[in-house]
Each structure stands twice: as structure tokens, then as C-alpha cells.
């Protein structure tokens, strides 16, 4: 009998990223791997830091909310509002109730573009191209209300300290309606492609577990600590603007796995047009921002504000001194959590599932490098 | 070839070269009409008007792309394996024209024989041996680039290939029973008199399970695994530029249009209408030739078109739930199909097929059934 | 090459520049180093509201050795600059970049220690693309200027770009 040889097999290192079709521009995963399965991870974030929080102790309450837009492009509205609230909050200004609902009615607006930019990216990174379109189709119909409100596509510089920059004109809340119409249809139409689909299913089912408790441990929030079955979630636990008064509910998983964080995504869209709807309904008529000077100045003090943005907890911790800068900047964002959750979750996955859990967690880089 | 062949009365060598020719330049155009016919069905799928600025209604577009990439630089890596990098798109490229060489396109009606290259005795075996041999110019693309995603996409397609190859070689298996031939002509022969005897309706599992195979022989969504363009940036053909990177791109949809010209050779009756054909066509020579590759070519463009739309909407498959479905599914599936038509031979082919047809509705309601037991997840409000 | 010195600048050089530029103008496959928001305004380039494909330039290769239009979009830090340069590096002529928004194309408002202040100090670039983020029909324009004023008036006998 032939002397039996030990075959000697090596890890091999890949480095996936920075520029990775989906790494989402500027994450680099270093992965090491065994055949297709990931021994270790590690994230190498940074590609993109732009010193945004630095920038803020330079620019006033009023140049910054351009800025602040550009933290977490996807959901621009959410960063703007969050930066004018801290503010308000240090310097105790009340802000118009048309103008509270507004902001609502714009968070939850954006709230849904986000969900569907991060359905069509989502199923990309799955392979399958066609869903993308339908949603970017669908996403371009809430750019337009915004384009119409801001004259922005993407960044809108629409919160400012003291109210909201813009008016909405007449026809906005017809063009509202008529998107509320159209788009629970549309979200049906993507549960019959998706939801239903048995490759898709067979792709997420079961992949990319992990339990409530290791979450927390990771300060996990958003979708993809729902998910696991833990009702937190900002707009309820402790409510901001007009939450308190709109009826909504906030849906939660079962298993923790990439499926439930679809499923929640998508009936998160159902709710937030029930919010939508509702702001319509009650929005208040007058002023839309207080009247402030022309240079904003803000008294010594400091603030810690929280989001619930579409991707987790967004929070900004400021510090103002008197003057017309914030003296520090602090943000809290939920990507940056997740990111650093990746090592835990991806270990001993497949090279397929690197996409399918990452992207299931909606990571944005900007929000990690800042 | 008859025809020719007694019009011209060459040597057969010197008629396998011009027949070769004719398939090489003739399957060119038609590559480049299906890149554009892809694009603009996708296009339509996805609610955008595709490529329309090129030429008449876009129709120059792949002109331009073929043009552009033959003329960009041509580019081997460094520490690339410089012979292997150079032989791996050759040898990728040459067994999705060889495959045609038992294609019969037409007929030219009574006894002046089908339009093909070379009558095999062994023409499906020689279509399945030539088209395996893919694999190898993946595995040696994936290889030479020194490239780590290349190589991954390469091992993932050899791994894909070995484990397609077999269900795709059973599910021939039954119609060789049924027809008692090996050979394309013969097989097309067996089908004919109408949609009635088409192979696809006494053989439906093989069917479709062929129809699975075959789009994972081209790598295609959702079996895309080797080049998997989210994951592994463009696979084993990533290092690939310009021309070489073109007989990639050609090659995939030259083996797209053979795994539909074998389909409908095997299964949908080849050249054969899906009713009595006249005598008056069946008369005329050329009448006939027209007549049959038209239909022989609706059917192949209806196959591809189908391929195209499945890439439009389905995501793509992890590797080891490929390698499951393959031997899990596909393959005890091919083999309890062969075996009852084995058994059913005997009784005749309208035996067989009931019976086939029969276990596939068991099997459509088993799945229904363990579909409606395993509930749809729901989120908890 | 040797063409030019055979045949000078005659007819049949001049059309085969044409043929040829009129097939690279038309077949613009972009690589797309996308960093930030203007990423996300590409993405809205491709699909249905605007589609990119019209203009054959559909097939987005994410693999730098098969595209022609590297498309830088958004910021670029000094962390990225080596990778921005090493991707343009392992692309093969002939090649274009299209720098879009404002801080690719100059830094922008990011004029601060990590930002690198326009990357032509590091590629060279042929098209520039104003706007924070610039909306997808600028693009469009900024790509069909690209093809009509770079690509058609290169000679491919000559040196190319």
C-alpha cells in the first residue's frame, strides 16, 4: 500500500476593494480565505474620509448643512435635519409646526428612496439587473418631489437652524398624492418578482444569522437589528418631530437573517407612506422657519440628538460656544457599527455571501470614513 | 451539403473547409445580432429604450463595439503566463463554432439531403465532447492572468462545467432511446409529421432540464458563477483586454445560439414545421431550404430570447447551491427519466411520454404542496 | 506605426481614422470609480429615467483592462489617489477620463488636510464636469461633448488622445 501524503494546502489573501463593483465605492475587505470560505476579515476603512467633522468647526450654522448633506448622501434630509436640530436644541428655538411636519413628511419621503436605491443595489450585487432599473424607475418619482421642493436631486440643503429652507409649492401635494397611488402598486409588483422568487429566497434564507444579544454587543441598530426581533427604533422610543402624533408601526423580524432584513425594508416602505399620508393630511398651515439673524449664533452649550435614519441610529453630539461655528462635531452613524460587525458575521461564510450579508446590511461609506 | 456536394462534386475535405468557412464568417453577424438583440430586449425589460443612436435604430452598435475592441490595445500582464493567457481565448472560442459543424440548418427537401456539414453517426456525442472542452479555456484563462479573481471565476467554472456536464448528457439519453440514433439528421427525422412528435412533449423532463444545463454551459445568470461581475469583478476573463477580451464576449453568445440550435435540434424538431408540411414546399428545392431554416432559426431565436429574459430577472446562484442543485436534482432526475423511458420504450413513445408527463405534474404538486407547508415569512408588527 | 509613412496623410489614412473613431465614439464602455454622491448620479444615468445606453455606452466593465471612459466620481482622498492612479494605469489605450462634480474636479468645498484638490494633479483628464453633484443630464452632455471633441478628433496613426 502506497505511503499516504499529506497534501499541504495554503490560505490565499484577497483583497477585496477599495474599488470593488460592490464594496460600494471605498470599503476594502481583506479576506482570508480557504478554497471559497472566509477565514478571517478585516476592514480597512478610510478611503474616503473628508475631514467632515473638522469642517464643521470652520463653516457657520449656516454654510454647514450644505455639507452635512454630503455625510450620508443617501439620505441627505436626515443629516440636515439632524445638525438644525442640535442646534435649535442648544439654543432653545422653537420651530414652526409646519415646519415640523414638513421635515416628517420630507424624512419619510427620503426614507423610501433609500430603501429602493438600496433594493436595486441590493439584488445587483446578487446578480440580478433587472430589479435595479424598476427601482431607480421608481426612486426618480420621489426625486422629482424633491427637485420640485428643493430644486436638488440628491443633496437639498432643506433643513436649516430655525425651520426648512424651502416652501412647498401647490402643486406638491397633488404630485404626493398621486405617488402614494402609484407606488403601493409598484411595491406589490416587487414582492411578486422578488419575494416570491426561489433563487432569490434560496440566496438569503439563512444566511448572514446572528442573535439579538451580539448585535447590541456591537451597537447594531436600524433594520438590521430589528431583524433579530428587537423592537428599537428612535421614531417610537424616544420621538422627534412629529412622530408622537403620526400612527405608524415598526415592524420587526424573526430570525435575524438577510431575508428578514428584506422583508423589514420593504414593510418599512409601507409604513413610511402611511406617515407620508398622514403629514399630507395634517400638515399645518404658517411659518415655515423662525426668524433668525443673518449671522446664526448659537449659545455655549452642548446637545446630543438621534435619528432613526433608513440605515440605524444617526446621532450628532455638538458643542457650540457663542459663535457662529459649532466648536465640536461629533457623529454617531450606524454604518460605521456595522461595518465593524462585518469581521464577526462574515467569518466562515462563502466569497457569494460576502455580498449577500454586506449589501443586507445597507452600509454607506461616506457615513464610515466621514 | 448534399446538394452542393453533387452540384460542385468536390473532394469532402475540401467541402468540410468551405463549409467551415461559411459557419465561421456566417456565425459572426449573427453574434453580433444577438449582442444587439440582448441589449435592446433587455432594454425593453427594463423600461429603457436601449441603444437607438448608432447607426438606424441603434443598429451599428456592435459593429462599433467589435471595431473599438479590435483596435484597443492588446495587453498581458506582467506575471501573466504568457502562453496560456495567449492559447486560453483560442481554446475558449473554438468549440462554440465546432458545434455546428452536425448543426443541420435546413433541409433542401426530398432526397437531396439536410444543409450540414458532416453527417456523424456520433452527432450528439460529438456536439457535448467538442462543447465540454470550454472549461478548459476557463480554467486556463483563470489560471494564466495571475489573477486571484481569475482564478477563482476559473475553478468555479471548471466545477460548474464537470457538474452540468452529466445531467446535460442524461437528458439526451432518453431521446436516443426514443429515436435509436445518435446522429442530428436522424433525430430531427424521427420528429417529424408534426408538433405532435416532437421530442420536448414525450421527453419533457429532459427537457427541461436541458434548458437548465445549457445555460449553465454558457455561464449564464443565474449560473453566471465564473465571471459573477459582483463578486469577482469580471472573473476569469478579468485581465483581458481588447481583442482577446472580444472572442470572450463573441464566444459567449456563439455558444448561446449552439446550445439553442442543439435544443431545438434535439427536442423541437429542428427544421420540421409543427404541422404537416405541403407538398408544395417539400418539392421545391430552394422553397424548401428557405422554409426549413426559418423555422429552424425562429425556434433557436425563441430558445435565446428565452435565455435572455431569464437573465433579466433572476439573481444569481451561490456556487455550492449550484453544485447542489446539479447533484442533488438535476442528475437523480435525469436518471429515474431514463430509466422509465427505458422501461416504457417497449409500450411505445405515447406510453412515455403520458407517463412523464404524468410524474411531472406529481412532482408540480409535491413542490405546490411542500411550497404551501413551508409558509412565507412574514415580519412581525 | 508604419502606415503613415507609406500612404503620408492620404485618403486612406483620414478614413480610417474616421471608421475608426466613429466606432470608439460609439462605444464608450465606462469604468466607474465612483467614491461618493456622484456614484449614486451615475447609477441614475444608467437606468431607465435617463439611460446611458442610447449612447452605446451601456456596458459598464468594472474591470479596468476592458473599459474605455474612466469615470471619477467624487471625492478622491489621499488614500485613494495611488489606487485612482493605478486603475488608470492598467487601463489600455485608447482611454478617456471624465472627471465629475466638483470634488474630482478641484476639491470642492473639501479644501482641507485628506482631499486631494482635483485629480489632474495625479491623471490626466479630459472632460471636467461641474456640479455638486452634477444632475444626470449634465453628464449626458459632458459625455456627448466628450465624444465629439476628444474622441473624433484624435488620429489613430498618430499619437493617441
Known amino acids: ?370 | 451539403m448534399n446538394l452542393l456536394q453533387s452540384l460542385l462534386n468536390l473532394p469532402e475535405p475540401l467541402m468540410g473547409a468551405i463549409g467551415a468557412l461559411l459557419i465561421t464568417l456566417g456565425m459572426l453577424p449573427v453574434a453580433a445580432m444577438l449582442v444587439l438583440w440582448e441589449r435592446i430586449f433587455l432594454g425593453k425589460l427594463t423600461q429603457r429604450p436601449g441603444p437607438n443612436r448608432v447607426g438606424p435604430r441603434g443598429l451599428l452598435q456592435t459593429i462599433a463595439d467589435a471595431l473599438k475592441l479590435l483596435t484597443k490595445e492588446d495587453f498581458t500582464p506582467k506575471d501573466a503566463d504568457r502562453i496560456l493567457f495567449f492559447l486560453a481565448p483560442l481554446i475558449f472560442i473554438v468549440p462554440s463554432f465546432l458545434v455546428f459543424a452536425v448543426v443541420p440548418f435546413g433541409h433542401f427537401g426530398g432526397t437531396h439531403g439536410p444543409v450540414l456539414i458532416a453527417d456523424l453517426r456520433t452527432g450528439i456525442f460529438f456536439m457535448v465532447a467538442v462543447f465540454s472542452l470550454h472549461t478548459v479555456g476557463i480554467l486556463m484563462a483563470g489560471w494564466a492572468s495571475n489573477n486571484k479573481y481569475s482564478l477563482l471565476g476559473g475553478i468555479r467554472g471548471v466545477a460548474q462545467a464537470i457538474s452540468y456536464e452529466l445531467p446535460l448528457i442524461f437528458s439526451f439519453l432518453g431521446i436516443l432511446i426514443l429515436s435509436g440514433s445518435m446522429s442530428t439528421v436522424d433525430i430531427i427525422k424521427a420528429q417529424g409529421g408534426g408538433l405532435h412528435n416532437w421530442f420536448f412533449l414525450a421527453q419533457p423532463v429532459a427537457f427541461l432540464v436541458y434548458l437548465a444545463c445549457s445555460v449553465a454551459e454558457v455561464n449564464r445568470v443565474p449560473f453566471d458563477i465564473p465571471e459573477a461581475e459582483s463578486e469577482l469583478v469580471s472573473g476569469f476573463n478579468t485581465e483581458y483586454s481588447g481583442m482577446r477580451f472580444a472572442m470572450f464576449f463573441l464566444a459567449e453568445y456563439v455558444s448561446l445560439f449552439a446550445t439553442a440550435a442543439i435544443a431545438t435540434i434535439v427536442f423541437l424538431g429542428g427544421w420540421l414545421a409543427p404541422f404537416p408540411e405541403p407538398a408544395v414546399i417539400t418539392g421545391s428545392t430552394l422553397g424548401y431550404f428557405f422554409w426549413s431554416a426559418g423555422w429552424f432559426l425562429l425556434k433557436v431565436f425563441t430558445l435565446v430570447t428565452l435565455a435572455m429574459w431569464v437573465r433579466g430577472t433572476l439573481p444569481r446562484l451561490r456556487a455550492d447551491q449550484l453544485m447542489d442543485f446539479a447533484w442533488k436534482f438535476l442528475v437523480p432526475v435525469v436518471l429515474v427519466n431514463l430509466f422509465v423511458t427505458g422501461l416504457l420504450a417497449l409500450w411505445g413513445r405515447w406510453a412515455v411520454a403520458g407517463g412523464l408527463w404524468l410524474a411531472l405534474l406529481l412532482w408540480a404538486l409535491y413542490g405546490q404542496s411542500r411550497a404551501a407547508k413551508a409558509e412565507r415569512r412574514q415580519v412581525v408588527y | 506605426m508604419g502606415l503613415e509613412t507609406l500612404f503620408g496623410q492620404s485618403y486612406l489614412t483620414t478614413r480610417i481614422d474616421a471608421v475608426l473613431n466613429w466606432a470608439r465614439e460609439n462605444s464608450l464602455f465606462p469604468m466607474p470609480f465612483g467614491t461618493a454622491c456622484c456614484a449614486i448620479e451615475f447609477m441614475g444615468l444608467v437606468s431607465a429615467a435617463f439611460d446611458l445606453a442610447r449612447f452605446g455606452a451601456e456596458v459598464v466593465r468594472f474591470s479596468p483592462r476592458q473599459s474605455d471612459l474612466l469615470m471619477v466620481m467624487g471625492t478622491i482622498s489621499y488614500k485613494q489617489a495611488p489606487i485612482l492612479k493605478r486603475i488608470h494605469e492598467q487601463m489600455p489605450e485608447p482611454k478617456w477620463v471624465l472627471c465629475m462634480g466638483v470634488c474630482a474636479c478641484s476639491g470642492g468645498f473639501y479644501n482641507n488636510y485628506c482631499t486631494v484638490q482635483g485629480i489632474d494633479e495625479i491623471i490626466p483628464v479630459d472632460i471636467y464636469v461641474a456640479g455638486c453633484p452634477p444632475r444626470p443630464e449634465g453628464l449626458l452632455e459632458a459625455i456627448m461633448r466628450l465624444q465629439k471633441e476628444r474622441v473624433e478628433k484624435q488620429s489613430v496613426l498618430g499619437s493617441a488622445g
Not at chain 1, 435635519?81 to 436644541?89: D, I, N, P
Not at chain 1, 409588483?189 to 419575494?195: G, K, L, M
Open chain 1, 1 to 370: 500500500m502506497p505511503e499516504l501524503v499529506e497534501v499541504r494546502t495554503e490560505g490565499m489573501v484577497l483583497n477585496m476593494g477599495p474599488q470593488h463593483p460592490s464594496t460600494h465605492g471605498v470599503l476594502r475587505l481583506l479576506l482570508r480565505l480557504d478554497g471559497e470560505v472566509i477565514k478571517s476579515c478585516t476592514p480597512v476603512i478610510g478611503y474616503l474620509h473628508r475631514g467632515m467633522e473638522k469642517l464643521a468647526e470652520h463653516r457657520t450654522y449656516v454654510q454647514y448643512p450644505a455639507i452635512i448633506d454630503r455625510f450620508e448622501y443617501l439620505t441627505a434630509m436626515f443629516t440636515g435635519v439632524l445638525y438644525a436640530m442640535c442646534a435649535e436644541r442648544i439654543a432653545g428655538i422653537e420651530v414652526p409646526p409646519r415646519a415640523i411636519w414638513m421635515r416628517t413628511l420630507m424624512l419619510e419621503l427620503n426614507r423610501i428612496a433609500s430603501h429602493l436605491f438600496w433594493l436595486g443595489t441590493y439584488l445587483l450585487d446578487l446578480g440580478a439587473n433587472g430589479l435595479l432599473f424598476y427601482a431607480m424607475r421608481d426612486r426618480e418619482l420621489i426625486l422629482n418631489l424633491f427637485e420640485e421642493v428643493c430644486g436638488a436631486r440628491l443633496l437639498y440643503s432643506y433643513a436649516c437652524v430655525g425651520g426648512v429652507r424651502f416652501d412647498n409649492p401647490p402643486s406638491f401635494e397633488r404630485h404626493v398624492r398621486e405617488f402614494l397611488k402609484i407606488f403601493l402598486d409598484r411595491i406589490r409588483d416587487y414582492e411578486s418578482i422578488v419575494t416570491e422568487n426561489p433563487v432569490f429566497l434560496e440566496r438569503v434564507q439563512e444566511v448572514g444569522c446572528y442573535s439579538p444579544e451580539l448585535a447590541l454587543q456591537y451597537a447594531v441598530s436600524g433594520p438590521p437589528l430589528r431583524s433579530t426581533g428587537i423592537r428599537k427604533d428612535l421614531r417610537k422610543d424616544q420621538p422627534y418631530l412629529a412622530y408622537d402624533q403620526v400612527d405608524f408601526a415598526v415592524p420587526i423580524g424573526t430570525k435575524g437573517d438577510t431575508l428578514d432584513r428584506y422583508l423589514l425594508r420593504m414593510a418599512e416602505m409601507r409604513e413610511s407612506l402611511k406617515i407620508v399620508e398622514q403629514c399630507l393630511d395634517r400638515l399645518p398651515d404658517g411659518n415655515i422657519r423662525v426668524k433668525l439673524p443673518n449671522v446664526v449664533k448659537i449659545p455655549a452649550g452642548e446637545a446630543y440628538l438621534a435619528l432613526e435614519s433608513p440605515r440605524g441610529e444617526v446621532g450628532a453630539y455638538m458643542v457650540a460656544n457663542g459663535t457662529d461655528k459649532c466648536y465640536r462635531l461629533k457623529l454617531r452613524c450606524p454604518s460605521f457599527n456595522h461595518v465593524q460587525f462585518l469581521p464577526v458575521i462574515l467569518l466562515g461564510e462563502r466569497i457569494s455571501d460576502v455580498m449577500a450579508i454586506f449589501g443586507s446590511l445597507d452600509v454607506i461609506l461616506p457615513e464610515v470614513d466621514r
